[in-house]
C-alpha cells in the first residue's frame, strides 16, 4: 500500500493539498479492505467440536478484535486512545507469537476454514507467521500519526497469509 500511495503522491499530486487527500482516500480504502478481511475472519455460527480448532479460532478471533480496534481509531470510528492501542498491540504481538503453535497438529474440520497447504507448506506458514509477529512489534500506538503509518503492514501480511492458507467461508452457510 505504501508503494501505491507513493506512486500516487509522485505523478499525480505534486500540490501538498492533494497529498494530504491521498493520504485519507488511502486510510479509507485501507479500512474498508480491512472491513472485507474482518467479515472473512468469522466461521460462522457452525459448531467445531475440535479443541485444537477451537484453540486456532479463539486466537484469531482475538486477532480480529484487537484489529478492529486500531482500525477503528484509524478510520476515526474510534477515540484514539493510546493505552488502548498498546493493549491491542500487546494482544497482536502475542497472538502472532503463538500462531505456529495453534497450527501445529493438522485438524479439519469443514468449518475451520484451514487449507491443508499449511502442513505441507509449513516452512513457509511459519515465516508468514514471523513477519506478522515483527510488523505487529512495528505498530506504533504512541500516535494517530504513528498508527496509520504502522497498521497497514500487518494487515498486509494478515491477508496474504489468508490468501495462501485460508478458504473462503461458504457465505451461503445459515447455521
Not at 17 to 38: D, K, M, N, P
Not at 79 to 99: H, S
Not at 107 to 126: C, G, L
Not at 155 to 161: I, L, N
Amino acid at each position: 500500500m505504501g508503494s501505491i500511495l507513493q506512486l500516487i503522491e509522485r505523478t499525480v499530486f505534486k500540490h501538498s493539498w492533494r497529498i494530504v487527500l491521498s493520504r485519507q482516500g488511502a486510510v479509507c480504502i485501507f479500512c474498508l479492505s480491512f472491513g472485507v478481511l474482518g467479515a472473512e475472519l468469522t466461521a460462522g455460527s457452525a459448531v467445531i467440536t475440535d479443541k485444537h480448532i477451537q484453540a486456532r479460532l479463539t486466537l484469531m478471533r482475538a486477532q480480529k478484535d484487537a484489529l478492529l480496534t486500531l482500525s477503528d481509531m484509524v478510520a476515526g470510528r474510534r477515540v484514539f486512545e493510546p493505552k488502548t492501542a498498546r493493549a491491542a498491540r500487546r494482544v497482536l504481538m502475542e497472538n502472532t507469537r503463538r500462531i505456529p503453535k495453534v497450527f501445529a497438529r493438522q485438524r479439519m474440520e469443514v468449518n475451520s476454514h484451514a487449507r491443508p497447504e499449511i502442513w505441507t507448506r509449513w516452512q513457509d506458514f511459519e515465516f508468514r507467521a514471523s513477519k506478522a509477529r515483527q510488523a505487529a512489534k512495528q505498530i506504533s500506538a504512541r500516535s494517530m500519526k504513528g498508527l496509520r503509518r504502522s497498521l497497514p503492514p500487518l494487515v498486509e501480511t494478515c491477508h496474504s497469509c489468508h490468501q495462501s492458507y485460508r478458504t473462503t467461508p461458504n457465505r451461503a452457510i445459515t447455521h
